[in-house]
C-alpha cells in the first residue's frame, strides 16, 4: 500500500501562487499515474491534473496555462506549481497515486487551499 502525505497549501492572495507537495511511502509498489484532485462542500471530487510514470500530464480546462504538475520517480514525489489563482481555485486538494499492476487507489489526508482577498 502507497501512503501520501501532502504539504503547501494555505490562504493566498487572488493572483498569487502556491505550490503543492506529495511524498509517497511504498512497500514494493510501482507507482504509475500520479494526480492532483480538489474537492469543495456539495460538489464532486474533480481530477485537476495527472501525470504519468514517463511524465505525460493532462489538466482540467479551468487550470490549463495556470498551474504545472510535475514529478520525481526517483524520490516518489508530485508537486502541483499553481499560478495565477483564482477564487474559484478555493477547495481542498488531494493526492493520489495509482500502484501495482491493478493500479490501486491511494489518497492523501487533502490539504486546504484559500484563495481569498
Known amino acids: 500500500q502507497v501512503q501520501l502525505v501532502e504539504s503547501g497549501g494555505g490562504l493566498v492572495q487572488p493572483g498569487g501562487s502556491l505550490r503543492l507537495s506529495c511524498a509517497a511511502s511504498?512497500?514494493?509498489?510501482?507507482?504509475?499515474?500520479m494526480a492532483w484532485y480538489r474537492q469543495v462542500p456539495g460538489k464532486q471530487r474533480e481530477l485537476v491534473a495527472s501525470?504519468?510514470?514517463?511524465?505525460?500530464?493532462t489538466y482540467v480546462d479551468s487550470v490549463k496555462g495556470r498551474f504545472t504538475i510535475s514529478r520525481d520517480n526517483a524520490k516518489d514525489t508530485v508537486d502541483l506549481q499553481m499560478n495565477n489563482l483564482k477564487p474559484e481555485d478555493t477547495a481542498v486538494y488531494y493526492c493520489?497515486?495509482?500502484?501495482?499492476?491493478?493500479?490501486?487507489?491511494?489518497w492523501g489526508q487533502g490539504t486546504q487551499v484559500t484563495v481569498s482577498s
Open positions: 493520489n497515486a495509482k500502484s501495482g499492476l491493478n493500479l490501486v487507489d491511494s
Open positions: 511504498r512497500r514494493n509498489m510501482i507507482i504509475y499515474a
Open positions: 501525470i504519468s510514470r514517463a511524465g505525460s500530464t
